[in-house]
């Protein structure tokens, strides 16, 4: 399985970016859910926002609520995050994930990552 990320770039607070990871899967397997993460400088990883590719249903980090939208195209095993108002504290190495295994959506359960894109809003 491979995850290639993309849309990553240097911006300033207010503005707009649009992340977007497609997942190649060498065989045929079920996809139950993909998700955002990140992690700023000096910083422990942080769940940013998850998709159930079943359903639709969505999930965000408080921080990212009524900002940030994530959306799927399942046809194209591709997740996307449409970031709005971006602020200095988004910054932050993003990496998508993609979980097969069925329950529980969080990033313990997510089975590969990929390598990150880079996000720096500057103030």
């Known amino acids: 399985v491979q995850l290639q990320a993309s849309g990553g770039g240097l911006v300033q607070a207010g503005d707009s970016l649009r992340l977007s990871c497609t997942a190649t899967?060498?065989?045929?397997?079920?996809?139950?859910?993909m998700g955002w993460f990140r992690q700023a400088p000096g910083k422990e990883r942080e769940f940013v926002a998850t998709i159930r590719w079943k359903d639709g249903t969505t999930d965000y980090a408080d921080s990212v609520k009524g900002r940030f939208t994530i959306s799927k195209d399942s046809a194209k095993n591709t997740v996307s995050l449409q970031m709005n108002s971006l602020k200095p504290e988004d910054t932050a190495v993003y990496y998508c994930a993609i979980q097969f295994r069925y329950g529980a959506v969080t990033a313990n359960t997510m089975d590969y990552w990929g390598k990150g894109t880079l996000v720096t809003v500057s103030s």
């Open positions: 899967v060498g065989r045929p397997r079920t996809t139950q859910a």
